[in-house]
């Protein structure tokens, strides 16, 4: 019954130090008082019960807990007295409070805190040089220079100047600073071995953080290489819940990288980076094959760019694959697209192939490209040649059935660009011919019409012959038959004043009187047509 009791004090000292080693103090309390319900002569309770009430500033509870102790460990008797002398204990708090960061390990730390009061009392009751350098190594523990400080206690534990008592205090402080450090390596080893690698680094780190390089450097070697080992397993198993689709690419990128982050070992590390890459090689590879078929399942190419656009940023490397599977698409389809154009040409059908050419320059908008300026300007110029060919060839049967009016019709814009240097030789050679004829008939006609432009009595469709061939009638009249001008003028007014455009055939008769002085035969006439135009404009105005 006696061994049950002793061990649930235990349990609830226990707990005590894990609560006071997170600085929940009145929990730690709680569990000091628990124990010693249970066992009052638990000598390490009261111990650590004095302390957590001193950093609680409670003093008369923490000397009343002290007391407790030192009337249960005749020992500490000389310390009783101390505690006695001028309120010792308030002037105690800081050094204790400052000893807690020395604390790794939970039984450690109720120790180190009972010895650490013992000399801070010592040191204010009685001068020794010894306890100063104590005093520094508290400092250098609080800042985690570890190896500073157990520098300093192994020099005052074998000085001759200090007193036994600070000898055996700077002993004890760096057996328990060792210890401790033995203890986090042994810890970071486990948590390594167990796969809690960012634990084990993180107390590693601790370590050498507060040790020079020399101090324990193959223990600290040892422990990363087991980390970096652990860290290449760990990425191998990533790897394969990758390949059985657990975690996407992105998760093991991210996973990997981080393993890599916590090797010290450059072979390990090159190891991983091997892996990620390996495994982005494979990515790479299945992501180009899905975003492939999806392009190729591309209904036409402006579908098919639009994709490519998209997929080239979730995989950049394949993306000049893309592209040439976008040219071999547009290749094919400019292909079909002249194999029309030809055909058109075949049946002498340029209409259609200037549509096929459209069409390729349709294409290559689709595709985000610009249509190569060498094929489709080789591509129009066929179908000009074509085009032109077919022309050349109606207007030639003009001018052999001696339809010279549509003839000058069908050339009167002649443009090189239209033409072969030959046809428009040639046009213009049989334009110049049917002008010179059409003048000649149209002069002839006029003069068979006896008389009908001098009386105005010509029908609309006479009159309308006249007005729109004058112009081209009166400039290409030869020099020779320059006496027909004057006369073609008068029938071009006649003309117009039966088609009603009085101001025109004003216009006319005015030219008329002015450029040629009318003969005795044609007064009568001018100033007939004259007065019909005034009369007309007359009644207009009216």
Same mark, same amino acid.
């Given at each position: 019954?006696?061994?049950?009791?002793?061990? &649930?004090?235990?349990?609830?000292?226990?707990?005590?130090?894990?609560?006071?080693?997170?600085?929940?103090?009145?929990?730690?309390?709680?569990?000091?008082?628990?124990?010693?319900?249970?066992?009052? $002569?638990?000598?390490? @309770?009261?111990?650590?019960?004095?302390?957590?009430?001193?950093?609680? %500033?409670?003093?008369?509870?923490?000397?009343?807990?002290?007391?407790?102790?030192?009337?249960?460990?005749?020992?500490?008797?000389?310390?009783?007295?101390?505690?006695?002398?001028?309120?010792?204990?308030?002037?105690?708090?800081?050094?204790?409070?400052?000893?807690?960061?020395?604390?790794?390990?939970?039984?450690?730390? @109720?120790?180190?805190?009972?010895?650490?009061?013992?000399?801070?009392?010592?040191?204010? #009751? &009685?001068?020794?040089?010894?306890?100063?350098?104590?005093?520094?190594?508290?400092?250098?523990?609080?800042?985690?220079?570890?190896?500073?400080?157990?520098?300093?206690?192994?020099?005052? #534990?074998?000085?001759?100047?200090? /007193?036994?008592?600070?000898?055996?205090?700077?002993?004890?402080?760096?057996?328990?600073?060792?210890?401790?450090?033995?203890? +986090?390596?042994?810890?970071?080893?486990?948590?390594?071995?167990?796969?809690?690698?960012? !634990?084990?680094?993180?107390?590693?780190?601790?370590?050498?953080?507060?040790?020079?390089?020399?101090?324990?450097?193959?223990?600290?070697?040892?422990?990363?290489?087991?980390?970096?080992?652990?860290?290449?397993?760990?990425?191998?198993?990533?790897?394969?819940?990758?390949?059985?689709?657990?975690?996407?690419?992105?998760?093991?990128?991210?996973?990997?990288e981080h393993l890599c982050s916590l090797c010290d070992s450059d072979a390990e590390g090159d190891r991983i980076t091997a892996m990620l890459e390996t495994a982005r090689e494979t990515f790479t590879e299945r992501e180009c094959a899905r975003l492939k078929a999806t392009i190729m399942e591309a209904e036409d190419l402006r579908a098919m760019a639009a994709r490519i656009a998209e997929a080239g940023g979730a995989a950049p490397s394949c993306l000049e694959m893309f592209e040439s599977i976008l040219t071999s698409r547009l290749e094919a389809d400019t292909s079909r697209a002249q194999a029309i154009f030809d055909a058109?040409?075949?049946?002498?059908?340029?209409?259609? !192939?200037?549509?096929?050419?459209?069409?390729?320059?349709?294409?290559?908008?689709?595709?985000?490209? +610009?249509?190569?300026?060498?094929?489709?300007?080789?591509?129009?110029?066929?179908?000009?040649?074509?085009?032109?060919?077919?022309?050349?060839?109606?207007?030639?049967?003009?001018?052999?059935?001696? !339809?010279?009016?549509?003839?000058?019709?069908?050339?009167?814009?002649?443009?090189?660009?239209?033409?072969?240097?030959?046809?428009?030789?040639?046009?213009?050679?049989?334009?110049?011919?049917?002008?010179?004829?059409?003048?000649?008939?149209?002069?002839?006609?006029?003069?068979?019409?006896?008389?009908?432009?001098? #009386?105005?009595?010509?029908?609309? %469709? =006479?009159?309308?012959?006249? @007005?729109?061939?004058?112009?081209?009638?009166?400039?290409? /009249?030869?020099?020779?038959?320059?006496?027909?001008?004057?006369?073609?003028?008068?029938?071009?007014?006649?003309?117009?004043?039966?088609?009603?455009?009085?101001? =025109?055939? $004003?216009?006319?008769?005015?030219?008329?009187?002015?450029?040629?002085?009318?003969?005795?035969?044609?007064?009568?006439?001018?100033?007939?047509? =004259?007065? =019909?135009?005034?009369?007309?404009?007359?009644?207009?105005?009216?």
């Open positions: 019954m006696l061994r049950v009791v002793v061990n &649930r004090a235990k349990n609830h000292y226990n707990s005590a130090l894990e609560h006071a080693e997170r600085d929940r103090l009145d929990e730690a309390i709680a569990e000091l008082k628990h124990a010693l319900e249970l066992d009052s $002569g638990f000598l390490s @309770a009261w111990i650590v019960l004095g302390t957590l009430y001193a950093r609680k %500033e409670l003093f008369d509870e923490a000397r009343e807990a002290w007391n407790r102790a030192l009337a249960l460990n005749p020992h500490l008797k000389k310390a009783h007295d101390y505690l006695n002398k001028s309120g010792s204990v308030a002037r105690a708090v800081p050094t204790v409070r400052r000893l807690t960061f020395l604390s790794t390990g939970l039984l450690a730390t @109720a120790l180190t805190l009972a010895v650490a009061l013992a000399m801070t009392i010592f040191y204010f #009751s &009685r001068p020794d040089p010894g306890l100063a350098k104590i005093d520094q190594v508290i400092e250098l523990t609080a800042q985690n220079r570890i190896g500073e400080a157990i520098g300093i206690l192994e020099e005052t #534990s074998g000085s001759v100047l200090t /007193t036994g008592a600070s000898r055996r205090h700077a002993r004890f402080m760096k057996e328990q600073l060792e210890g401790k450090i033995s203890a +986090r390596l042994r810890e970071a080893s486990e948590l390594a071995k167990a796969g809690s690698l960012e !634990a084990a680094l993180e107390a590693l780190t601790e370590v050498e953080a507060g040790l020079p390089p020399q101090d324990a450097a193959l223990e600290c070697r040892r422990i990363h290489s087991i980390i970096a080992r652990s860290a290449a397993a760990i990425a191998g198993e990533e790897v394969s819940r990758w390949e059985s689709g657990e975690i996407n690419f992105a998760e093991l990128g991210t996973r990997l058109s040409l075949g049946r002498d059908d340029p209409s259609s !192939a200037q549509a096929a050419i459209d069409q390729i320059r349709d294409l290559y908008a689709d595709a985000g490209r +610009r249509a190569p300026i060498e094929l489709m300007e080789t591509l129009d110029a066929r179908v000009r040649a074509v085009a032109s060919g077919r022309r050349f060839a109606e207007v030639t049967a003009l001018f052999e059935r001696e !339809a010279f009016e549509e003839l000058i019709e069908a050339t009167d814009d002649l443009k090189a660009s239209d033409w072969t240097a030959g046809q428009l030789i040639e046009l213009k050679s049989q334009r110049n011919e049917a002008i010179g004829r059409f003048v000649a008939e149209l002069w002839h006609w006029s003069e068979s019409m006896d008389g009908k432009f001098e #009386s105005v009595t010509v029908t609309r %469709e =006479q009159a309308m012959r006249m @007005a729109r061939h004058f112009k081209l009638a009166y400039e290409n /009249t030869r020099t020779e038959e320059a006496y027909r001008k004057p006369r073609l003028l008068f029938r071009a007014a006649a003309a117009n004043l039966r088609l009603g455009d009085f101001e =025109q055939a $004003g216009e006319l008769i005015g030219r008329l009187e002015s450029e040629y002085p009318a003969s005795n035969l044609w007064n009568q006439y001018t100033r007939g047509v =004259q007065r =019909q135009i005034e009369d007309a404009l007359a009644g207009n105005s009216s």
